[in-house]
């Protein structure tokens, strides 16, 4: 039996004690009835338990609807277990091989070092901070301060939401071009930021040709209508992810000179600057009014074909950066120290002349995507060919599948067709596509609903796989 115990410097605490426990403490022991205590609390925790409720989340939380990255994971795990072979995931943009053999040499031996199982620096290890000023000097034509205009992230994605959380206020406005990456969203609405949307527009005569992703143009009077005192910052995505657009110079000047004469900072998603097919610019670049105002967003995960390892950086003028630093420290602190230095080493290594590797990898997608590519002419569907990136938007407006299959209500109820193709294809062929209008407003969804989003970093057996799947279409294809 437990005894409480009381100290004859506190008859106040006893009586209080006793108050507290009532009849459960009996005046002639001083002892606990057990049986008593439990008899006379358990109706009121029951009672009590009945009327339980969660505290309520955040609504920029509970209002976001299960996403397609979800619904396509739980169609591929479903079908995998009825279908004679391997479901072949072509949707998410991660790789299917290991990383060049220097950049995982230089992430194993970091592990060694005792420095890089420590914290590192907020804003980055200094070698990993250098190895990046040097990397893009060449291509910024100016010096970088590693110091104070470089800031490593965990993944160019939570640096994009250290950059939104660093300089927006309740209600301020980022212009974001559609399609777009999902998750600018969520990193603009979170801050308190208001997204301020401008379609590109797709292609001409689409369905009878496949056109060059640089036909998908930006609407430069809805642009410049969407602009008001409100107006904070722009997101520019070039390469772009899904279109595989790579913004021309001029496209870019003009963007440029809006956000100048606006005071807008431009933040540019540039994760796949080591993979594009056509000439590439930098809008930091174009003068040195948007050289302050830009924030380039860069990735190790496209980089180096090393998604998992999260490793991100932000290059832009100091002023910028510091606040993007102190965001960035409050919300992650630092980022992984082995492979923020093989991160480091790999990018050393491969700036070197006689190292081929950056000039070899683009060879190598160009060769992916033109073997892709040569299933759509095969069975006559139209696509968008990519000047960067490794997406491509493929057109199935000629594919006609039974209309009265079992669609489960994720994929119909106020969803674009393009969601029942991409679940008909993961249940019937095995293959995960992502259906783009996921990166649309509902009312701009017609514009995308009859694509599809096919990623090709993979290795090229798997390729092959997804291409002799791929040849089950023809009997639903409409001539």
């Known amino acids: ?43 009121k925790m029951n009672e009590e338990f009945k009327l339980f409720k969660y505290p309520k989340p955040s609504p920029k939380i509970a209002s976001q609807t299960k996403d397609v990255w979800t619904i396509v994971n739980e169609a591929a795990a479903e079908a995998q277990s009825t279908l004679p072979f391997p479901v072949l995931n072509l949707g998410q943009g991660f790789f299917s091989y290991n990383p060049p053999e220097f950049a995982i040499k230089a992430a ?29 000097e060449p291509s910024f034509g100016r010096s970088i301060n590693w110091e104070t205009e470089v800031v490593v992230t965990s993944g160019a994605n939570e640096g994009m939401f250290s950059a939104f959380t ?19 969203i969520s990193n603009i609405e ?58 021309s110079r001029t496209e870019l000047e003009r963007i440029g000179k809006l956000a100048v004469q606006n005071n807008i900072i431009v933040v540019s998603d540039e994760v ?78 491969a700036m070197k002349p006689e190292n081929t590797f950056f000039a070899d990898h683009v060879e190598s997608y160009k060769r992916k995507l033109k073997r892709f590519n040569s299933i759509w002419d095969e069975l006559g569907l139209t696509y968008t060919n990519p000047e960067g990136g490794y997406f491509v938007l493929v057109n199935f407006s000629k594919v006609q599948i039974p209309e009265d299959y079992p669609f489960p ?46 990623a090709v970093c993979k290795t090229d057996e798997y390729l092959e796989q997804a291409i002799e799947r791929l040849r089950l279409l023809k009997p639903y294809i409409r001539k």
Request: with cysteine; aromatic share 12%; net charge neutral.
């Open 1 to 43: 039996m437990f005894r409480p115990h009381f100290t004859v410097t506190s008859t106040l605490k006893r009586v209080a004690f006793v108050s507290r426990c009532g009849p459960a403490l009996t005046r002639e022991t001083g002892r606990f009835n057990l049986s008593s205590l439990h008899q006379e609390q358990e109706p």
């Open 108 to 136: 194993q031996e970091a592990l060694n070092d005792v420095s890089c199982n420590q914290y590192s620096h907020t804003k980055g290890r200094p070698s990993l901070r250098q190895a990046l000023a040097a990397a893009y």
């Open 166 to 184: 660093a300089f927006l206020a309740e209600g301020d406005e980022v212009i974001v071009f559609e399609p777009f990456f999902d998750q600018y």
């Open 190 to 247: 979170l801050p308190g930021g208001k997204v301020v949307y401008v379609p590109l527009q797709p292609p001409t005569n689409d369905d009878d040709r496949s056109a060059s992703s640089r036909e998908w143009t930006v609407d430069f009077a809805d642009l410049e209508s969407k602009i008001t005192v409100k107006t904070k910052m722009i997101v520019v995505n070039s390469p772009h992810n899904p279109v595989g657009k790579v913004f």
């Open 272 to 349: 796949y600057d080591r993979l594009y097919y056509t000439d590439f610019t930098r809008i930091n670049t174009l003068s040195p009014e948007l050289q302050k105002l830009t924030l380039t967003v860069g990735s190790a995960g496209k980089t180096f074909s090393c998604t998992g390892w999260r490793v991100g950086w932000l290059i832009g003028d100091a002023e910028l950066i510091k606040y993007v630093s102190a965001a960035h420290t409050r919300i992650c602190f630092c980022v992984n120290s082995p492979l923020q230095e093989g991160t480091a080493v790999a990018l050393r290594e």
């Open 409 to 454: 209500e994720e994929v119909t109820v106020n969803r674009a067709k393009d969601f029942r193709m991409a679940y008909w294809l993961i249940k019937e062929l095995g293959l995960v596509t992502i259906p783009p209008t996921e990166f649309y407003l509902p009312e701009h969804a017609h514009l995308a609903e009859k694509y599809l989003r096919f």
